[in-house]
C-alpha cells in the first residue's frame, strides 16, 4: 500500500502535456497515434521508432505550458494560444519537431545522444538557455540526484530503457504499473473527520490506499519521460511516475536499475540531463 504523502519530486503541472482527441484528454502524447499502414512513410516511422520524438516535442510543450518565455513559434504550432492542446495541431506539431530536430530514423531511431542535441539547437535558436547533455554510465544515486534536482526546477526527465545489450533484439525489460485506488472501512475512536455511525464505541472511518497493478510486463527499447519519483519508505523503494503512449504509467526505480546493470547497459539506459544557464 502507498500512501501519496511520499513524493520525493515531481513536476508543478499534475496534469503534465494535455492532449485532447477523441474528447479524452491524454497525459502527453503518443506515437501510436500516427498510422503505420504505409511502411514509407514518415508516420510509419514515428509509429514505430518515434518514442524519442514524442519524448522530446513533448518537453518543449511542457516547458512552454508553464512559462510564456519558453513559448516558441515551434510549440505554437500546437498550443495555439492556449492551455489544451487538440491532436490535430499535436499530429502537425510532432512533424515539425521530427524534420526540423530529432529527425527520427528506421530501426535506429532516435538515440539519446540526438535528443540532447535536438534540445540544445531548439535552445540556441530561441535564446532559452537550456544546456542538454546525454549522460553515462551513472551509478543508482547518481541517476536518482540528478532526476530530482531537474524535477524540482520543474523540467521533465527523459529516460531510456535501452535495448538488451549485446543482444539488442533480446525481449527481456521492466514492467509498467498503473496506480490503483481502494477504499475500506475501519473503526477508529471518535474524533477524526471521515466518520459514519458509532460501533462499540468507536467510529467506522473510511480508509484509502494505493497499490500498483501490472500494466505491461517486459518493456525496452523505449523513451519516457519522467514526471514524478515516490518514495515507498515501507517498501524501501522508487517508483517513477512516467508519461508514455499518452498515459500514466510507473515503473520501480529498483527493476530498472537491476535491468541497467544486468541487460540494458549504461550507455543505451540512461537519462538525458538539463540545466538551466
Known sequence: MLSTNNLSAELKN????????????????????????D??????IIHN????TIATADLFLYLALQNPRLNTPDTEIAIRGGSQIYDENYDQYIHFINDHYTKTRRVIAVLGTKIASSINSYSKAYGLGLQAS???KLTYYDMLEIMEEMLSQDIPVILSIGPNTPFIWGKKGIPFYELRKIEFRVNEPQGNDDTTQPVNGNVSVIK???YYKLAYPDIN?????????????????????ISSWGKQYYINYEEYRHYVESTGGTITSSIVQIIKA
Open 134 to 136: 546525454w549522460k553515462l
Open 14 to 37: 499534475p496534469n503534465y502535456v494535455p492532449v485532447i482527441k477523441d474528447s479524452n484528454t491524454f497525459y502527453g502524447g503518443s506515437q501510436m497515434w500516427f498510422p503505420a499502414t
Open 221 to 241: 527499447s523505449h523513451f519516457i519521460t519522467v514526471t514524478g519519483i515516490i518514495r515507498d519508505d515501507i517498501a524501501s523503494r522508487y517508483m517513477l511516475r
Open 208 to 210: 484509502k490506499a494505493y
Open 39 to 44: 511502411w514509407k512513410c514518415k508516420d510509419y
Open 49 to 52: 521508432y518515434g518514442c524519442g
